[in-house]
């Protein structure tokens, strides 16, 4: 298996995915063992003497004058996660808390904490073993960073709280007997070291990543499909025409569009039709989606900045040397966050539109309703009820958490970024999306039927084909509970994209544009 270097190597939301589902080992070299060893002793030093440096010799936040003698630290750390465990909620996903174990190696590991080995390597030791820490969702503002949630998932060092182990809920001191692991204690500043930092939020952020990058891609192959439908003009697609406003976004997007539409007869059947200009919903797709698309690269950018970044506090860059500052402050990342939600909640929007629009019957050859038979049949009227439910309920999520502050810790903390809030319902949003876009799928493909025996081209055809071995053509009415379920769940998965990229490569056929690499994980 390939390996990843901790604090050594640059992370992407890619690799730290890979590392969270041992796709890949991370590991701590020879050279980063030194960095990190000669910055705990360099803590200890600090502990043991005179000066007062804040959280290895004083109390935290408003306690932060109180001096704390060298024989207590141990105790000041192991309090410390103790008190500031006080998350509530149902658990986080667990790979969300894999990636949070991830993220706090690679900055712990880059030897500016203070941290023991002992305490990374034990961190490593959960991550290979599958005894991931239970987090609870809420409990974090997004100040000292993400404080309560990163204390859940370390109270296990200690052999406190709950793990997931063996598919279960369990106590960690119950599995520690088990499996015959003993507790560690903390040195001098650990404790704070580990629940400094933005972990939470990011490991939110790099699952929007993935996730928003799969939707952004799905979009446009939902939207080329609807234009076959539709019957919609390819000539909004034009390269000409996006080079005199050249987003990258909305090139990209044109240009997919052009290339998922190569060769289609249907749209060839009615080039010189008398049609003047389509809705926005077809024709606005490049600056729409192209527009989502920039913001997922904004955040992008800001995620792997953010998780290749020392965030805990102080920071150690000698014995002599420390700095309190505010590098765990989520405002860096909560505002790309908040703007991702948006994005996101988009490209629901104007899916939805394109839904409501296949209904009206104003396509030739194509029904109102999506069904040749109605007035004893619904048709496919009322999955669009499901996609307005699911595209009004992101624009109540679509306030900005980051708009908000409430203060904290007796005012020291007196503005606060309120990440983890906009992580967890941007997540939520592109939840809704992929079901938006599933049901667009199914609506697509029955649109596009009503066109044959004129085909799309190889790359769209090979996507119809497969779409139609999943979900059967809608001919009466009939429970379409699992005809959505089918169609989010070849969104969810990305096998679309997959028979995509395998037709375009064994034909010869473009499906990649030269922006590709940009807009890539």
């Known amino acids: 298996m390939e390996t990843f270097n901790y604090g050594l190597e640059h992370l992407t939301a890619g690799i730290a995915l890979k590392l969270a589902r041992k796709e890949l080992k991370g590991i701590i070299s020879p050279e980063t063992r030194e960095k990190v060893q000669a910055s705990s002793q360099a803590v200890a030093n600090i502990a043991k003497g005179e000066k007062a440096v804040y959280g290895i010799n ?63 390597d034990r961190m490593i030791w959960m991550l290979e073993n599958e005894v991931i820490p239970v987090v609870p969702i809420q409990g974090s503002v997004g100040a000292s960073g993400d404080l309560a949630p990163l204390s859940h998932l370390f109270l296990p060092l200690l052999g406190l ?126 600056q729409v989606h192209g527009a989502s698309r920039n913001a997922w690269l904004h955040l992008k950018e800001a995620i792997e900045t953010e998780i290749n970044s020392v965030t805990d506090n102080p920071v150690v860059f000698s014995e002599d040397h ?87 810790s007796l005012g020291q903390e007196d503005h606060v970024s309120m990440g983890s809030i ?23 493909a029955q649109a596009m039927d009503f066109h044959a025996p004129l085909k799309s081209g190889k790359v769209m055809t090979a996507i119809h084909e497969h779409v139609r071995t999943k979900i059967t053509p809608v001919i009466n009415d009939r429970v379409m509970t699992e005809d959505m379920e089918a169609a989010i769940e070849m969104i969810q998965s990305g096998e679309l994209i997959a028979i995509a990229n395998q037709v375009a490569k064994e034909e010869g056929l473009p499906f990649e544009t030269e922006w590709g690499e940009l807009f890539s994980l």
Not at 219 to 240: N, Q, R, V, W, Y
Not at 422 to 444: C, D, M, Q, S, T
């Open 58 to 120: 004083t109390g935290f936040g408003p306690l932060c004058t109180s001096k704390i003698s060298a024989a207590d630290t141990q105790t000041l750390q192991e309090n410390l996660l103790k008190s500031h465990a006080v998350g509530l909620g149902e658990p986080v996903p667990i790979e969300i808390s894999k990636l949070m174990l991830v993220l706090k190696l690679q900055a712990l590991a880059q030897g500016y904490s203070g941290i023991r080995l002992e305490t990374l």
């Open 161 to 286: 709280g709950k793990v997931h182990f063996e598919g279960k809920i369990q106590q960690t001191s119950a599995v520690f007997e088990k499996l015959g692991i003993s507790a560690l204690s903390l040195g001098p500043k650990e404790g704070l070291a580990l629940i400094n930092g933005t972990q939470f939020m990011a490991a939110y952020g790099v699952k929007i990543v993935d996730r928003l990058h799969n939707l952004l891609v799905h979009a446009d192959i939902t939207g080329a499909m609807m234009i076959e439908g539709l019957m919609g003009s390819i000539k909004p697609f034009s390269p000409e025409l996006h080079q005199l406003r050249p987003f990258a976004g909305n090139q990209h997007v044109a240009q997919t569009i052009l290339n998922l539409l190569h060769e289609s007869e249907i749209v060839n059947s009615h080039l010189d039709c008398a049609r003047v200009q389509d809705p926005y919903s077809l024709r606005c797709m490049p």
């Open 322 to 408: 420390t700095i309190s500052g505010g590098s765990f402050h989520g405002q860096p990342i909560a505002l790309p966050l908040d703007y991702a939600c948006l994005a996101a909640s988009e490209l629901g929007n104007i899916s939805d539109r394109r839904i409501y629009l296949s209904l009206e019957g104003d396509t030739p050859g194509v029904p109102k309703l999506l069904l040749k038979e109605t007035g004893l049949n619904s048709g496919l009227m009322i999955p669009q009820y499901t996609t307005a439910a699911l595209a009004s309920e992101n624009k109540g999520l679509c306030f900005p958490a980051s708009a908000d502050s409430i203060p904290t």
């Open 422 to 444: 906009g992580a967890r319902k941007a997540l939520r949003v592109i939840e809704n999306v992929e079901k938006i876009l599933g049901i667009e799928l199914f609506y697509a």
